[in-house]
Structure formats: C-alpha cells, structure tokens
C-alpha cells in the first residue's frame, strides 16, 4: 500500500519546540487570561495551566468564530451575556464524588446529634460542584437521624451554573456511584430504565434537604441565611490566594452559630493565616476560636 506523506504546518510566529496549537496563544495572552479569571472568580491559576486553559478554551474560540485567544479574551470582556459565564465555567476544576472526605460524614452528623432533636438547622455547601457533597451530607443526615424529615435544610452553592443545573437533577452515570455500598445505593437513588438506563436518581427525600444557588464566593454578599451549624468548603479554597482565603473566612465566621464547625479540603491548609478566628476541631475541620 501506498502511504502518502501528511504535512502539518504550523501557524506563523510558531516556535520550534512550543506545542503545536491551532490558534495562537501567545504568554502576554497567557498573563491576560490570568489576570480575567482572577478578577472574575478569585480563581490563581499558575503557570502550569497555559495547557489546560488552551485545551478548555478552544471549544469556545471554536463556536464563537474567533480567530485566536486575544480576539476570545476582547470578546469575553465586551461580553454582558452568557460568554463571561462560559469563561468561568470553561476554567473551573469541578472534580468530586459521593463521600469524598469520608471521615467527615460522621463528624457532621455527630455535631448536628448534639442541637436538641427539634431545633431547625441549616448547613451550607459552599462549592458543591454536581452535587455529589450535598447529597452525602443529606444521605448521612437521615442515616443519623434515623427519619426521611430530619429538621435540616442544605444550602448548596456553585459559581459555575453548569455544575448546578446537573446537581439540582441528581441523575448521575452509575460510574459515579458503583464505589458505594449496596444498602446506600439502594436505599437513596432509583437506578434508571428505558432512556435512562445507566444512570441512577438521587431518591426525592434526599432532594427534598437540598436546596442549590449560585454564589460567587469572592463577589459578596452572599445570599445566605444563618446562622449556620456547618459550613462545607472543601477543595475550593486552593485555588484562591491568602488574601481571599483570608477575606473568604472572615465572612464565614460570623456566618456559624457559636459552636458551628467549618469542613475544609485535605490539603488545605489555610488556618495558618486564620488562627485568630478558627481552632481546629478535628481532621481539616475546624470551630470558631473562643
Ligand atoms: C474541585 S470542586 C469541589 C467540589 C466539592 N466541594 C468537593 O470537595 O468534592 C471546586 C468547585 O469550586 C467551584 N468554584 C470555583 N471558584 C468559585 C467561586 N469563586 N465561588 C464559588 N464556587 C467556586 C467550582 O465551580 C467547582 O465546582
């Protein structure tokens, strides 16, 4: 057989040695993009990033009809629409799963045992991503309190409104839930027939405890009503700067009721820069210091 010989040609300005990229993406648009993302959402991407900012980007370049990054980075800032919002969400990580952080599940709900058995509670869920982490704190909570009606309400909150319209469906592909135990998953979700086979529905008594909005965590103030018995905000804070953690926290500690408990990420170690507010309580959760 006859191969013939395929040439690629790259676009001009490129150099030898950079990853060949079908629209230009030069590093002052790089510093740029840095610099929107920053501004709009809190968000510090590092350098590391220019390949996925490139990768997640060029659908939008693509459906946009732009011709490269510094004509879609004018676009989005002339932009008083849907496209700021794109950018955003384009950019956000969103990874999460049922019981992430397992060990804080029964933390959560031996706190809120400890409220008399009628008080109302509410709890928020401040970067609930697919809704994965409000669902578990939900599924837990009628777990622990052993009723479908437990006085609680979840307030669960994104700033990427993609992540929320598939979490306020709760339908999930069964990948996302085969790790959990047969009692869970029969218990709180409803597997799908006909067009919805291979996915599961989080059963409605679960739903019923969740409630989803959109709140931007650096753009105060946020609609939230406290005073709240936990505040979950785990795998967010990395991605902001000390100056936003900092400025995050000091909005969440008025926020909690006075024994209320804060649930960070594993590897978020912002405390050090908030040991006048917080005291930690137990494996990256913390209370509010006396
Ligand atoms: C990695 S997910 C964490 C999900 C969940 N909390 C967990 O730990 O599994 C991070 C989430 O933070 C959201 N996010 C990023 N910047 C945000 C901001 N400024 N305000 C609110 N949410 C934000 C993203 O959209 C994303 O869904």
Redesign the pocket.
């Known amino acids: 057989m006859k191969v013939e010989p395929t040439f690629l040609y790259a676009p001009a300005g490129a150099k030898l040695g950079e990853p060949f990229r079908a629209f230009e993406f030069s590093d002052a648009d790089f510093q740029r993009l840095q610099r929107m993302i920053y501004d709009l959402?809190?968000?510090s991407l590092n350098e590391g990033k220019k390949a996925m900012a490139y990768s997640r980007l060029t659908k939008r370049i693509r459906a946009l009809h732009v011709q490269n990054f510094a004509e879609y980075l004018d676009y989005v800032e002339r932009d008083t629409g849907e496209e700021k919002v794109k950018f955003?969400?384009a950019l956000?990580?969103?990874?999460?799963?049922f019981f992430?952080?397992p060990h804080h599940f029964p933390m959560l709900t031996d706190h809120l045992l400890t409220y008399p058995k009628d008080e109302p509670l509410t709890l928020w869920?401040?970067?609930?991503?697919?809704g994965?982490?409000p669902y578990s704190m939900a599924m837990s909570i009628i777990d622990a309190f052993g009723t479908d009606r437990p006085p609680v309400k979840i307030i669960a909150?994104?700033?990427?409104s993609d992540?929320l319209a598939t979490a306020a469906k709760g339908v999930y592909p069964l990948e996302k839930i085969d790790a959990l135990d047969r009692a869970t998953l029969k218990r709180f979700f409803l597997k799908g027939a006909g067009d919805q086979m291979g996915f599961a529905r989080v059963r409605p008594q679960v739903q019923r405890l969740v409630e989803f909005r959109q709140?931007?965590?650096?753009?105060p103030p946020w609609n939230i009503e406290g005073p709240l018995a936990a505040i979950?905000?785990?795998?967010?804070m990395i991605?902001?700067n000390k100056q936003t953690q900092r400025a995050i926290l000091e909005r969440f500690a008025p926020l909690l009721k006075p024994n209320g408990l804060l649930f960070a990420?594993h590897s978020e170690n912002f405390f050090y820069n908030a040991r006048d507010m917080f005291n930690i309580r137990g494996k990256t959760v913390y209370e509010l210091a006396a």
Do not use: K, M, P, W
């Open positions: 959402a809190g968000i955003i969400n956000t990580t969103n990874l999460t799963y992430r952080e869920s401040a970067a609930c991503s697919t994965e982490e909150s994104d700033l990427d992540v709140i931007n965590l650096v753009d979950f905000c785990r795998n967010v991605y902001f990420g």
